[in-house]
């Protein structure tokens, strides 16, 4: 998406989630707004632009998931592929705490970038995206996974719900650096991120149920009777959401409420309590010490330089340097 100039941003629609239902439809979701939050975080990594709008794709893609979370704990989105972005993690601590990184090559960037933009596809390449949760309460952990065949973010969250949740999904996303304006009439560039998730969940699951194949690739044995259709209500909410425009999840001066009600007026939507997203990283250099603790001596004097070990976080780039005073007193 080109950079836009919008109006003046409303900051208290932004950073949120905001879950919704469509009772007529049997729909139920949320959308997702992102203005400082995901500006700090692109913002502190250096990497080339196509690269930032695909990790804030994967911010917004994550954060309207892990919301979906009634327990409070961890949710993890992580891409592990063989194209120019081999890396992507978006770390979030329920309900809204978020971090993320990207490891790309930027020559290899380069040669898929045209006029400053890259599929999100040619980016990522073949490999897997997995989702983690981890339950704060039980200290459980699940994991699903869904292979990337050079597809974008949006496709590959399709074909995890439809092939391991087994639910209708639609989803979408989009990133851009705006040029806004400020209180004063300032010009100010800025990242911004969106996303909407509807999903179909019916009182009856055989609602649900949809043709595994396309129609023009039935074989010609099969019984098409027997094969159930896609739900009228369904169809029509994947209408509706597929008529939204990337300025619109983005835009400050479009709150999610009034995207919402232009999707569903006809119908009717209710909206809840939003959660509240932050750019906010867990290092710590407690959490450090802890980990050079578990070091062999010799692989702490290897990793030392003039004595001293120094550890950057990847997430928020902090810099944590242990002296050899710290190193030999037998705090680390």
């Not at 949120?16 to 007529?24: M, S, T, Y």
């Not at 700090?40 to 804030?56: E, F, S, T």
């Not at 601590?93 to 993320?100: F, L, N, Q, V």
Request: charged share 30%.
């Amino acid at each position: 998406m080109n950079d836009t100039t919008v109006t003046q941003t409303d900051s208290r629609a932004d950073d949120r989630a905001l879950p919704f239902q469509v009772d007529p439809l049997d729909v139920r979701g949320r959308v997702v707004t992102l203005g400082p939050a995901i500006d700090a975080i692109l913002a502190r990594h250096d990497l080339p632009r196509p690269v930032k709008v695909l990790l804030g794709e994967a911010v917004a893609l994550a954060s309207l998931l892990a919301t979906s979370l009634k327990d409070t704990g961890r949710f993890i989105l992580q891409t592990e592929t063989d194209g120019p972005v081999s890396m992507l993690v978006v770390d979030i601590r329920t309900p809204g705490e978020i971090r993320a990184t990207a490891t790309c090559n930027r020559e290899r960037v380069e040669a898929v970038t045209v006029s400053g933009r890259a599929a999100s596809g040619d980016l990522l390449g073949r490999g897997t995206l997995a989702m983690t949760i981890e339950q704060g309460k039980t200290g459980r952990r699940y994991q699903g996974y869904v292979p990337l065949e050079n597809e974008s973010l949006e496709d590959a969250a399709h074909s995890y719900f439809r092939q391991s949740e087994q639910i209708p999904t639609r989803v979408r996303l989009a990133v851009a650096e705006i040029v806004d304006r400020g209180s004063e009439g300032e010009a100010q560039q800025a990242w911004r991120a969106g996303g909407l998730i509807a999903q179909f969940l019916p009182e009856s699951s055989e609602r649900i149920k949809v043709r595994d194949l396309h129609p023009g690739d039935t074989p010609d044995d099969a019984d098409v009777a027997d094969l159930p259709l896609e739900d009228d209500a369904w169809r029509e909410a994947v209408a509706l959401v597929d008529t939204v425009e990337d300025l619109e999840l983005i835009d400050p001066a479009v709150p999610a409420e009034r995207l919402l009600v232009r999707l569903f007026h006809e119908r009717g939507v209710r909206v809840f309590e939003p959660t509240v997203l932050r750019d906010h990283c867990t290092c710590s250099r407690e959490r450090i010490e802890q980990v050079l603790e578990q070091l062999p001596a010799d692989e702490l004097e290897e990793a030392a330089v003039e004595g001293a070990v120094e550890v950057r976080c990847e997430f928020c780039g902090k810099e944590y340097r242990f002296t050899p005073e710290e190193l030999n007193s037998g705090k680390v």
